[in-house]
């Protein structure tokens, strides 16, 4: 019933900046909460940054904090993941999901997922 469609695969350096989008469909923003996870190589699927619908509070893994930036856009239905100062470190598969509220930054609790796409941090 809902479809996330994700941007990407993505090649960038060391230091650059990337912004991923996952515009939402089927679904209604309401009491919704929109999350970014990422899978890196040889880990398991992690939280990244997450997102209220409805009242724009945000969360953030430690280690991305001061670096990434997520934000909605309501009208056109879509979360962004602004990334910034990107280390090799931050190289995985990124997807962006939704759950109904309440917060979580389990991957069990989100009903649904982007397809995934590629973001590779390499000089």
């Known amino acids: 019933h809902v479809q996330l469609l994700e941007s990407g695969p993505a090649l960038v350096q060391p230091a650059r900046s990337l912004s991923l989008s996952c515009p939402a469909s089927?679904?209604?923003?309401?009491?919704?909460?929109m999350a970014w996870f990422r899978h890196p190589p040889g880990n398991e699927r992690a939280f990244v940054a997450a997102?209220?619908?409805?009242?724009?509070?945000?969360y953030y893994a430690d280690c991305v904090k001061g670096r990434f930036t997520v934000s909605i856009d309501n009208g056109k239905r879509t979360v962004y993941l602004a990334m910034n100062s990107l280390k090799p470190e931050d190289t995985g598969v990124y997807y962006c999901?939704?759950?109904?509220?309440?917060?979580?930054?389990?991957?069990?609790?989100?009903?649904?997922w982007g397809q995934g796409s590629q973001v590779t941090v390499s000089s």
């Open positions: 997102i209220t619908c409805s009242g724009g509070n945000t």
């Open positions: 089927g679904r209604t923003f309401s009491s919704d909460v």
């Open positions: 999901a939704a759950k109904r509220t309440p917060y979580s930054t389990s991957r069990f609790q989100y009903d649904y």
